[in-house]
Each structure stands twice: as C-alpha cells, then as structure tokens.
C-alpha cells in the first residue's frame, strides 16, 4: 500500500520522531483553528480546543488505521470534541463574518447576478452576509456547511465522522443552501 505524505509522517511519528508530529501539527493547526473557530466564536476557546485536540491525536495516533484518510480521522475527533464543548458550554455562536479568517463563498452562483458594477467589493459584501445567514440556521445545518464549504471535505468524508449516512448529508446541505438562497433573495442581493 502506497502511503501518503500524512500517512508518512505518522509512520515516522510512531517510531518516535517528534519532528513528524510537529511537521503534521503545522500543516493542520490553522485548518482545525478555523473549523472550532466558525463553531463556537471565542477566540481562546478556541486555541484550547486546538491544543487539546493536536494532544489527544498524539496519545491516541496508535489507533489510526492507514487504509483510511488520516484527514478523515483528525476531523471526526475535531467535530466530536467541539460538538461535546457546545453540548458542555451550550456556547452562543456569533456570527461568521471576522475579518482575520478566511472565508469561502457558500452560495452557487449559477444563474444569479451581482446587481452592481462594484463587483469585489459587492463579493466581499455577499460573504460577510453569507456568513451571518450561516450562523442564524440549526446547528445541525451549519456544522454541515462548515465542513463541506469551509474544510472542504467530501460528502463522504463528512458522512463518516458525523455518524450521519452519506443521503442524510446530502440532504441537509441541499436543505441548508436552499435556506441561504431564500435569505439572500429576500435581502435582494441577487436577482434570478
């Protein structure tokens, strides 16, 4: 079997290096920040969450199973510690607009126009109001849209570590773009 360079560095991380594990650490460390940011808004929650999750792959990277994604398997431990930090904390999530992360446009353009000529400004527009409509649906939808639209994970990937089945996924994420269509158009700020 043909490893991959994640699962090359787990290989070389189970032998001992810890050079292997800080290589790992810093390829995923801003990704993981971003996803428990976008869930749960506070800042310093947030770096905590990040430190414990990189500590809780370190103690437990023997269970990995290299036929799988290793990708895959970081994200369903990541989802599942930040879903058990909502449920403990029942934390208010604000909205999805800070400046100092990046963010990707959610919504299908296809079919629709920007009404003005100010086009970058009018996207970055779009986005910040993209995001605060994510932020108003059920968590059940937003932490969907998180992870295929912010990660950018597969539907399967997505299906695998939320325990949900890959038709139930699909559904939620239709379900949940269909909502931010509905509240971009009654905003106007596309035109069909």
Not at 26 to 53: A, G
Not at 106 to 122: A, R, S
Not at 126 to 153: A, F, M, N
């Amino acid at each position: 079997m043909k490893l991959d360079e994640d699962q090359s560095l787990i290989k070389e991380i189970l032998k001992g290096d810890k050079r292997a594990f800080e290589k790992l650490m810093k390829k995923y460390n801003r990704r993981i920040y971003n996803f428990i940011y976008r869930m749960i808004r506070d800042e310093e929650s947030s770096k905590e969450l990040t430190q414990e999750f990189f500590i809780k792959i370190y103690t437990v990277i023997y269970k990995y199973n290299f036929q799988y994604k290793f990708s895959t398997w970081a994200y369903r431990i990541c989802y599942n510690q930040v879903i058990d930090h909502i449920r403990k904390n029942q934390v208010k999530i604000d909205s999805l607009d800070a400046k100092d992360i990046k963010q990707k446009q959610i919504l299908d353009h296809t079919g629709t126009q920007i009404k003005d000529g100010y086009h970058n400004l009018e996207k970055e527009e779009i986005k910040s109001i993209v995001w605060k409509v994510v932020d108003t649906i059920p968590v059940k939808y937003r932490e969907l849209i998180l992870l295929r639209y912010l990660q950018g994970l597969k539907y399967d990937e997505i299906a695998d570590f939320t325990g949900l089945p890959v038709g139930t996924v699909k559904n939620r994420i239709f379900k949940a773009k269909e909502i931010l269509k509905m509240e971009m158009l009654k905003n106007e700020m596309f035109k069909q």
